[in-house]
């Protein structure tokens, strides 16, 4: 790729990490369009790649050339088909880099329309049977044309339209008998705290190592599967293994020592076999592996199901193990809160709530008076003080040697969940009740 142009280069770059899946249509569609490439090839199989993810059909060499070949079949021929990329794919530097490909490529094609507008311009000007104030105002609409050029307008909408699908969604609410806007977590007592996980918001779950963060949010993915919403629980940490078996401990008699270590009996294997075809196989719950993610393969990865309608909640644990760009003029903070507000943005153009679990700092370990955390515990606290809707923090007093609480009560298997913040809401304390291995959840 040295002897060729930069924008040919951005360009096949765009397309090789469409293609491979290191990057989402959501991503840069419908900002960019097949018209802005300078490639007439590489604008047809970018067109094709939109046409699929229209259609909610996943990235699939065959299934691409499939929807070229249907697009016009003269072309597809002309052009050997996906050859017309595929000697490439090996080229592609970096998927994170995608938006910013995108963005070259609309300038380019804005800098060849000026081009064009520029030659037509000095024609026109000595063609002395036009004025010059239609000269001026064509070439205004042209350049007003060019600037607007790769800019989104289907979020502009006009406010009587909100207001009408407020008012939809609050009537089909009392037609279901629903009375909470949000995703229920499943417990009552956080419920009639935050109103439930509410679209476009970022709630965030902090706690100590083993207090039961994943437990939690494996808990309330649960409860929004079996009501019927779909949920993408994504994990930087766990294998696929160990979170179906927490799944299997949450919703069967399995044993939890066989289960980990001495190997199911038979009838516990039939009894897991039963629960696999029967309830799981209609659950709606997606579970995806990431090692080393980085925040923008979150975002391909949300829309891409989003796409597919696997996905009215993400969970994502946790946020510490996202893989963050380095960048030597940003200290870790401001990366962070980078990836962060890119979480954000992805909840507001997704509209779901997206669940995040987040370590706090060790300083809390060391502390001499109360273990109870508080918003400067949480690791990054600034900047996740700042970035989350609502702060829960899990404590088990029991976990600390606490056998009963101030009235003299028995705090054996009883937690606290405190809504630290809420910055939609109302915050406060709520209890719960937990089993032995934090695998199965209740109202207090």
Not at 354 to 363: G, M, V
Request: hydrophobic share 40%.
């Amino acid at each position: 790729m040295n002897n060729i142009s930069l924008e040919f280069k951005e360009e096949i770059s765009l397309l090789c990490a469409l293609i491979t899946g290191q990057t989402c249509m959501g991503d840069i569609y419908p900002r960019l369009k097949p018209e802005h490439f300078d490639s007439k090839p590489f604008g047809f199989v970018y067109e094709a790649s939109v046409n699929l993810y229209n259609n909610g059909i996943p990235m699939d060499l065959t299934l691409l050339e499939e929807e070229m070949r249907r697009m016009d079949p003269a072309y597809y021929n002309e052009i050997n088909g996906i050859d017309a990329v595929k000697d490439y794919f090996g080229l592609v530097l970096d998927g994170c880099n995608v938006r910013m490909y995108a963005d070259h490529i609309i300038e380019g094609f804005q800098r060849r329309k000026f081009s064009t507008l520029s030659t037509e311009m000095r024609a026109k000007a000595v063609q002395y049977n036009l004025s010059m104030k239609q000269i001026l105002e064509d070439t205004t609409l042209k350049m007003q044309q060019i600037s607007c050029v790769g800019v989104d307008n289907s979020t502009i909408r006009q406010v009587s339209q909100i207001g009408e699908e407020v008012i939809a969604k609050h009537e089909r609410m009392l037609q279901q008998d629903v009375h909470s806007v949000g995703l229920s977590t499943g417990l009552k007592g956080l419920d009639e705290i935050i109103g439930g996980l509410l679209p476009g918001e970022v709630p965030c779950i902090g706690a100590r190592p083993g207090q039961g963060k994943s437990a939690l949010a494996l808990f309330i993915a649960l409860q929004v599967a079996m009501s019927g919403h779909p949920v993408y629980f994504i994990t930087l940490e766990m294998s696929l293994e160990q979170l179906y078996g927490r799944i299997l401990l949450s919703l069967s008699e399995v044993s939890a020592a066989n289960l980990r270590q001495h190997g199911l009996t038979v009838t516990e294997i039939e009894a897991v076999r039963n629960l696999n075809k029967t309830k799981l196989a209609e659950l709606p719950l997606y579970i995806d592996y990431i090692p080393s993610a980085r925040v923008e393969d979150i975002r391909s990865k949300v829309k891409l199901a989003r796409n597919r309608n696997q996905c009215d909640l993400v969970v994502l644990d946790y946020l510490h193990q996202l893989e963050l760009e380095s960048d030597a003029n940003n200290n870790h903070a401001t990366t962070l809160g980078f990836a962060i507000k890119r979480i954000k943005d992805l909840a507001i153009e997704e509209h779901i709530p997206i669940l995040l679990l987040s370590q706090l700092n060790r300083d809390i370990e060391k502390r001499t008076d109360s273990k109870d955390p508080r918003m400067s515990d949480l690791r990054d606290s600034g900047v996740l003080e700042q970035a989350a809707d609502i702060v829960i923090f899990i404590n088990r007093p029991e976990q600390q040697g606490k056998t009963k609480d101030v009235n003299g009560e028995s705090l054996a298997g009883i937690g606290f969940l405190k809504v630290a913040k809420n910055r939609n809401g109302s915050t406060g304390i709520t209890r719960f009740r937990y089993n032995e291995n934090m695998t199965r959840l209740s109202d207090y």
